[in-house]
């Protein structure tokens, strides 16, 4: 995991560099503080997939090069097996597989992204991004919350919500939450 956070870093310094953009561009691309990017950049923090879409989509790069340093090549159709996307463990209790990573030029980044519970008292973390976003829960309950709406999802349920808002989600029941996450 660390590792991979390490070379999502190096791949943003990268794109710094070869596009000469400052790391305080970034950073208020992103609405965190210089030094909190700057230690993105150096592997020693992460950052949020939904920012990782919003540089990619100001610069117009894949975002797959960001996460996995892959460069989209299917243009008609991409297929994923069971449990072959590609990988990126964020953190230790998030767990991202790309659906379409092989596919060139699409419009909305499918993952199956697996939570794994935290105590209860532990804060929620929150986010936004551009665009929309749906949630669809396979495996287990999860609680998300959108703005100041908290909602209890089990197995099948699904949402559809403005990704502009506040949200953040977290496992129930002490055991992990296996959803299908579709961001546009």
Do not use: W
């Not at 956070?5 to 965190?32: F, M, S, T, W, Y």
């Not at 592997?43 to 610069?59: F, M, R, T």
């Not at 230790?92 to 993952?111: C, I, V």
């Amino acid at each position: 995991m660390e590792e991979a956070i390490k070379q999502i870093g190096e791949r943003l310094k990268g794109l710094r560099d070869v596009l000469d953009i400052p790391a305080e561009e970034i950073a208020n691309l992103c609405g965190i503080t210089l030094e909190q990017y700057e230690k993105m950049e150096n592997g020693e923090s992460e950052l949020s997939v939904a920012n990782l879409q919003k540089i990619a989509k100001e610069y117009n790069v894949s975002l797959d090069v960001l996460l996995f340093g892959e460069e989209p090549h299917m243009n008609s159709y991409f297929l994923t097996r069971k449990g072959q996307g590609l990988h990126i463990e964020r953190r230790k209790a998030y767990n991202y597989e790309s659906l379409a990573s092989g596919f060139r030029g699409r419009t909305a980044d499918p993952f199956i992204v697996t939570v794994e519970p935290k105590p209860a008292d532990a804060p929620k973390e929150m986010n936004s991004h551009n665009g929309q976003e749906f949630n669809m829960v396979l495996e287990g309950t999860m609680e998300l919350t959108i703005g100041n709406k908290t909602l209890t999802l089990n197995e099948g349920d699904s949402i559809y919500f403005d990704a502009t808002q506040p949200h953040g989600m977290r496992a129930m029941n002490e055991c992990p939450v296996k959803f299908l996450a579709i961001i546009f």
